[in-house]
């Protein structure tokens, strides 16, 4: 059994989706786009115990809140005198949250059991065949597939929400009362939801919807549990020693009362340990586990984050051996464990059920995923939600893929911005500068973690542009940096990109060394540790510094001293290009607005103006680095 078609409207941050299903599949996405209110959506309409909270919706699952009818002023009709009189209240329904579920791949008990239901499913087009497509109902490639329909709406008459899972079918046959798809039904079809917070929790309590019960039912362990539970606490009597003083002063307690009721009123109270009802049970029964060597035991959600969750993964195979058919939803796996058992949990989910969907931010738990079942979701401004596949660019070939997943692609598949760079020192240096532009001046510049933007190493400027196209592709936002082309490249790579920046030198390191400042050169070079290859060349550095940097800076690509080096810089000392570059990225990926030069202090430019009172150069703030002449000769160790 699996769940292979979901469409969704009006649901949280969802105005529309449709989304397609592999057998086992990872949901990926920035924060906030959308993946785990696509679980919920499945659990509304397929969870056996999720329409037990009442109301089973609130106010906050409505798309934008919006659930009473849109206000619409009523058509208005001009009379021959020229009056105009409203013609009649317009009919305006109130908006309704829909998700609807297709599952197919039923086993012979569930074909059983929902057959009057079924409806025929194309495998290949993923689509449900029409009633007027007899033919292809006996083909190879249709199978019978189980729709469910979910609907919440608020209901002004009882002011309050309510919401039913239906049979699709006998909605669409408008019949009088469409049939009920009822917690018996959805207990056939074995849908288990593992929220990451809330799961490990209560894992081993017996709450309603916890592992633990759901096993026991299962199990078919229910009639008996609880009145033999509650008989034998029914019979323990707490402080029942008069040793203890407690009975003695219930007793005075019962005296007293006896003085102003009579006994049918109440009388001998007495200490139990607890108020003896299934629910009260469910919520203080607790399983208790051993703590380390000893015979120590403590309850089970006192034990490690990582231990609790590899306990739910004990659990799900205990349930999976008991019922084979099951639809596993998990969220983020890697919840403090380690990455060889967020492995091991992702072998195990698909081992255990026959449907597995997980959301995961860690790129272990991605890269035991193909691109085929890698599903990456992206939302518009309206609420429309997108599914995209992975499709690979030529630049890159499926087995470099594979190896640098971790290091080069995963950031950007989560990200919702990127910017495409063309080789290590940029992304070095590029988020670098921008933390240090956005401590001197943060009404014009942001860090790129402030304006969710991933770096990415494209390996070579013929590499922007196709990279570009690819995260583009995906939903993303998608920046390039690179050196300077020639006309017809810079247009083809800014043709596959949201906005390029392109710089005017050749090499990241020329852009710096030619448009900084010589005060910024030396001070670097003074305190730098030379290697000797470099003083081979240029045995007195700081005589001339540019050409030993240069040779430094070329000599250490990929060791981030590009970016240290702009990391005690000052506002002046950034060069322009790298300022406006990341203004300009603050302004459209980050929505800070622009800052007019007139706002810089009286008498100096822009680009020269001093950082305000604590938010200067940090290498100034420690050191004072202004010398006279004969100062500079002795540090320099010269006379000239």
């Known amino acids: 059994m699996k769940i292979s078609r979901l469409k969704i409207q009006n649901f949280r941050g969802i105005s529309d989706a449709e989304l397609f299903f592999p057998d086992h599949g990872v949901l990926i996405g920035d924060n906030n786009t959308g993946k785990s209110t696509i679980l919920e959506a499945i659990n509304l309409a397929m969870g056996p115990d999720r329409l037990n909270r009442r109301p089973p919706i609130d106010e906050h699952d409505f798309f934008k809140g919006a659930y009473m009818p849109a206000a619409v002023a009523a058509p208005v009709e001009t009379l021959p005198g020229g009056d105009q009189i409203e013609v009649a209240e317009p009919d305006v329904e109130a908006p309704v949250i829909k998700i609807e579920v297709v599952v197919t791949g039923l086993n012979d008990e569930q074909f059983a059991h929902f057959n009057e239901y079924l409806e025929p499913w194309n495998i290949k087009t993923d689509q449900l065949i029409e009633p007027g497509e007899i033919d292809a109902v006996d083909s190879a490639d249709t199978e019978p ?83 033999d539970t509650i008989q034998t606490l029914s019979e323990i009597d707490v402080a029942s020693n008069e040793k203890l003083g407690i009975t003695g002063v219930l007793n005075t307690l019962n005296a007293s009362l006896a003085k102003y009721v009579p006994k049918e009123w109440g009388a001998a109270p007495r200490l139990k340990v607890s108020s003896l009802s299934r629910d009260h049970l469910r919520k203080v029964i607790t399983a208790f586990m051993s703590t380390g060597a000893d015979d120590h035991i403590a309850p089970f959600y006192r ?49 255990l059920s026959a449907q597995s969907l997980v959301t995961s931010h860690s790129p272990y738990v991605l890269e035991e995923y193909s691109t085929d079942d890698t599903i990456v979701l992206t939302r518009a401004e309206d609420g429309g939600l997108e599914q995209n596949e992975i499709e690979l660019p030529d630049v890159v070939k499926p087995k470099a893929f594979r190896r640098e997943f971790r290091t080069r692609f995963c950031e950007g598949l989560l990200a919702r911005r990127v910017l495409v760079v063309e080789g290590q020192t940029e992304a070095d240096a590029m988020p670098e500068v921008a933390r240090r532009l956005s401590a001197l001046d943060p009404t014009k510049y942001l860090s790129f973690e402030a304006m969710g933007i991933t770096v990415i190493d494209a390996g070579s400027d013929s590499k922007v542009g196709p990279l570009g196209a690819f995260y583009r592709k995906l939903g993303k936002v998608a920046y390039g940096l690179c050196d300077n082309q020639d006309e017809a490249s810079a247009k083809d790579i800014a043709s596959q990109l949201d906005e390029l920046f392109m710089h005017p030198e050749n090499g990241l390191e020329e852009l710096i060394l030619n448009n900084t400042t010589d005060e910024a050169l030396l001070r670097h070079a003074i305190h730098l540790e030379w290697p000797p290859h470099i003083l081979v060349k240029y045995p007195q550095p700081t005589d001339d510094p540019k050409p030993a940097l240069r040779a430094y800076f070329k000599g250490t690509k990929g060791e981030g001293t590009v970016a240290r080096f ?47 009172e604590g938010k200067g150069n940090d290498f100034e703030d420690d050191f004072d680095i202004s010398f006279d002449d004969d100062e500079w000769a002795e540090l320099l160790g010269t006379d000239d």
């Open 145 to 227: 597939a189980l729709r469910v329909l979910f609907e919440g709406r608020y209901d002004p008459e009882e002011d309050d929400f309510d919401g039913q899972t239906y049979f699709s079918k006998s909605v669409d046959q408008n019949e009088p009362r469409p049939k009920k798809f009822t917690k018996r039904d959805k207990q056939y079809c074995g849908f288990l939801y593992l929220r990451a917070l809330r799961t490990g929790s209560r894992a081993l309590s017996l709450e309603h919807g916890s592992l633990l019960g759901f096993i026991l039912r299962l199990k078919e362990l229910r009639p008996n549990m609880w009145e």
């Open 303 to 351: 034990q490690g984050t990582g231990t609790i969750n590899m306990l739910v993964l004990a659990l799900l195979s205990q349930i999976a051996e008991d019922k084979q058919n099951v639809i596993f939803a998990m969220e983020e796996p890697e919840t403090a464990i380690p990455p060889y058992a967020q492995k091991r949990i992702v072998h195990e989910l698909r081992k």
């Open 566 to 612: 702009l990391a005690e810089c000052s506002l002046v000392e950034i060069p322009t290009w790298i300022k406006e570059t990341c203004e300009r990225l603050s302004i459209i990926a980050g929505g800070l607005q622009p800052v007019e030069p007139a706002d810089a202090p009286e008498g100096l430019g822009a680009e020269s103006a001093e950082p305000a």
